[in-house]
């Protein structure tokens, strides 16, 4: 047998042969039409919590999904919901719903911050949240996700309390935030 040696590739070549397959990887449609854009969701989501629920019936334990989210659009309007469902997909649909009935519309500066110093106190979750010029967003846990989709930067949050549930933590940055909702 001869010695096949094969020849380069350019990359200009392997370009082009990757368009007319439809992308870098190939995936496209066999009948050559483009697929349609997909339209971007009105509010962006960030799950929080997703745990596994039980209740005890007289067969044994029937399981289903409990769903905490955060809901926002990046420029003033936030929400915290909590759907359950059997299905996570149906969990996360109806915290999603859930959140959109309880979004409060912030009134922020033009630099995206809060005007003034607010705490809050939801359980026994506590937060403060100061303006911090120049800063960005320094926040941990939830309470980083709830002022993140709310599209508030230059902000210091801080929990004071030792609690670890997420959702009573979002829920007091949301109590915290509602002194400047309008």
């Given at each position: 047998m001869a010695d096949e040696t094969?020849?380069?590739?350019?990359?200009?070549?392997?370009?082009?042969?990757?368009?007319?397959?439809?992308?870098?990887?190939?995936?496209?449609?066999?009948?050559?039409?483009?697929?349609?854009?997909?339209?971007k969701p009105e509010y962006d989501q960030k799950l929080i919590d997703v745990r596994r629920v039980a209740r005890v019936v007289s067969g044994g334990r029937r399981f289903s999904f409990s769903v905490a989210l955060v809901a926002g659009n990046r420029k003033g309007k936030v929400g915290v919901g909590i759907g359950k469902a059997t299905d996570t997909t149906l969990a996360i649909d109806k915290a999603m719903r859930n959140a959109k009935r309880g979004m409060i519309t912030l009134a922020l500066t033009k630099t995206m911050s809060i005007p003034h110093e607010s705490s809050a106190k939801y359980c026994s979750a506590r937060v403060v949240i100061k303006p911090a010029h120049g800063?960005?967003?320094?926040?941990?846990?939830?309470?980083?996700?709830?002022?993140?989709?709310?599209?508030?930067?230059?902000?210091?949050?801080?929990?004071?309390?030792?609690?670890?549930?997420?959702?009573?933590?979002?829920?007091?940055?949301?109590?915290?935030?509602?002194?400047?909702?309008?």
């Open positions: 094969k020849t380069p590739v350019k990359t200009s070549q392997r370009r082009n042969n990757a368009d007319r397959r439809g992308g870098p990887r190939g995936g496209g449609r066999r009948d050559g039409r483009a697929r349609p854009e997909r339209e800063r960005g967003l320094v926040a941990g846990s939830s309470v980083r996700n709830v002022l993140a989709l709310a599209g508030v930067t230059d902000v210091n949050a801080k929990l004071l309390s030792k609690t670890k549930n997420k959702l009573n933590n979002a829920r007091a940055a949301m109590k915290a935030l509602h002194v400047f909702a309008h």
